[in-house]
């Protein structure tokens, strides 16, 4: 069975830093392309980041670009997602999924997911 494990959110004043583990089992890590997707209640779901594992390409959204940096260990199947000068509009459930599109705007159908880390920055 396909699993992810988001762990690594909190409470962080605006500025501040966090680093989020996504923990993956039950499928080949290094064959597909893995994302870091958010959600607010009552918005849309957004795609900040996707990685290859295979390869290393990586994917970044305008709004994280610069301060986000998305990798991963595959000996250990996880992808990080490090998360510096954060602002209150990155409130929001975090969480990891496949399929990760580079080229293909949000919202799509997903396959597989976790049930996320909350992340929130306070003013």
């Known amino acids: 069975e396909v699993q992810f494990v988001e762990s690594g959110g909190g409470l962080v004043q605006a500025g501040g830093s966090l680093r989020l583990s996504c923990a993956a089992s039950?499928?080949?890590?290094?064959?597909?392309?893995i994302g870091w997707f958010r959600q607010a209640p009552g918005k849309e779901r957004e795609k900040m980041s996707c990685?290859?594992?295979?390869?290393?390409?990586?994917y970044y959204a305008d709004s994280v670009k610069g301060r986000f940096t998305i990798s991963s260990d595959n000996a250990k199947n996880t992808v990080y997602l490090q998360m510096n000068s954060l602002k209150p509009e990155d409130t929001a459930l975090y969480y990891c999924?496949?399929?990760?599109?580079?080229?293909?705007?949000?919202?799509?159908?997903?396959?597989?997911w976790g049930q996320g880390t909350q992340v929130t920055v306070s003013s």
């Open positions: 990685i290859s594992p295979s390869d290393g390409s990586t």
């Open positions: 039950g499928f080949a890590f290094g064959d597909n392309a």
């Open positions: 999924a496949v399929p990760c599109y580079y080229g293909m705007d949000d919202p799509y159908e997903l396959s597989g």
